[in-house]
């Protein structure tokens, strides 16, 4: 053992912390407290003698539980961790419902302008004029695309649009005299957030069941109608892929019952300027800027998902939101009227904004259309491809931006889905979506994107196939082992859920000696 020159111990400690040699540029990488220690610093400062206490007693009395660690230890710490992640930048990322599409750069170089990147929430208005106004042209974008009355940027998800909308709905029923309403009709093809936005709000969940088709039993939503019901809320394109074909003749029938129609518009990637949800008749449906409108997301964040309202539901927006008067743009934050309050702190995801109309601007109207449509004919690719090899369970539609398959292919192989999803992480792309959604056995739901070229989709669908073929010759094994090549095998997902150890712990003896 060494030590450097801050006394700190070096190279091989009980931690195991050799184990950044030995595997290679794929170690097994330790913990930032494994590397360094808590007790030294990773920088040379002097000691400080400290004459007199004048935190009244408040000062430290253990170390601070952070590793120290020198600049380059704690940058190779992460960017050795971020090897081990597959990411839309290393491969294809075929996730379905998730539009996992390319981010492109010029969106990045617009969100670090100093303009948009360096201001504070609480700057003066008249300091952010420019700001407020690019809020401003993405709303207008927002709700010329959908069709509708008013938008509420600042819900930081899709599931936080979700409460929004559903808010904004229980509080036009509360203003109507209608909140005894308190059944939401969810479809079973609806992604989780729906029925659990719902139940978050109070209101009791109404499963409305998937025809044979894959599509929503427009009957069985009839037949659920009543003076109770408050809303629908549906997904369209739906979580089958598929668009809806009477999605008109549902809106009609649950406003004629005086319920509202929620739309998840997660899916918005496969109808950005194509189709407008608001011809539709939807009341109100968020837009996960983060898929369709390409932030990088699939690492916790930031989301971003602003909520367009029709003409029915746009007094109950939230503040703040931006106003243009005589001389400028204004922050409206206080509530007027029926507006709702807020649900954020601040003004949501400037980044965010940036990067959407950044996006927007440089595609054009006809520019999102033709990435939708291209976002369509991919996934109607590799569901042509695949078909011959997999099992397609609603093949009467094209489908629109996802190709979904069911496990019945692999029936007697001894390979599940999962199985599959892994072997496919050793040929190095993403898994698809698996068992979702749940009206279908063993779900493989697939989403390429527009940004996937042709050769990038053949050599996917030559794994696939190769895959398939390798599965029903009856080499189960190499399914049940797999993945072999990743950094990690199989993990014990359910003690990952139940027993997660999120924070490090100092050992109980250090604790006792600091005392
Ligand atoms: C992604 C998704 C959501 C939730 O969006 P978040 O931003 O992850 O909260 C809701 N519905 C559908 C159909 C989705 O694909």
Redesign the pocket.
Known sequence: MSMNNHGRPTGTGTSGFASTSGSALLPNEPLLFEIGDTEHSGVDLPDVTIATDRLGGFERRMPLDLAGLTEPEAMRHYVRLSRLNHSIDSGMYPLG???MKHNPRLNEKMARLPGFADIHPLQPVYTVQGALELMNQLSHWLMTLTNTAAVALTPK??????LLGMMAIKAAQDAAGQGHRKVVLVPES??G??PATAAFLGYSVKAIPARDDGTVDVQAVKDALSADVAAIML?NPN?CGLFEPQVIEIAEAIHDAGAFFYC?G??FNAIMGVVRPGDLGIDAM?I?L??TFSTP?GGGGP?A?PVVLSKALAPFAPVPFVRKDGSGLELVEHAEGDALGRITAFQGQMGMYVRALTYMLSHGGDGLAQAAQDAVLNANYIKARLAHAFSVPFGDYPTMHEALFDDSFLAGTGVTTLDFAKALIDEGFHPMTMYFPLVVHGAMLIEPTESESKQTLDRFCDVMEELAADAKAGNAARFTAAPLKAPRRRLDETRAARSPILKWERAEETLKAAE
């Open positions: 419902s998730c539009t998800a899709g599931a936080h649009g979700e609806a992604h957030t729906n997904t979580t998840d997660a899916n968020h996960n983060h898929k997301h989301g998902g």
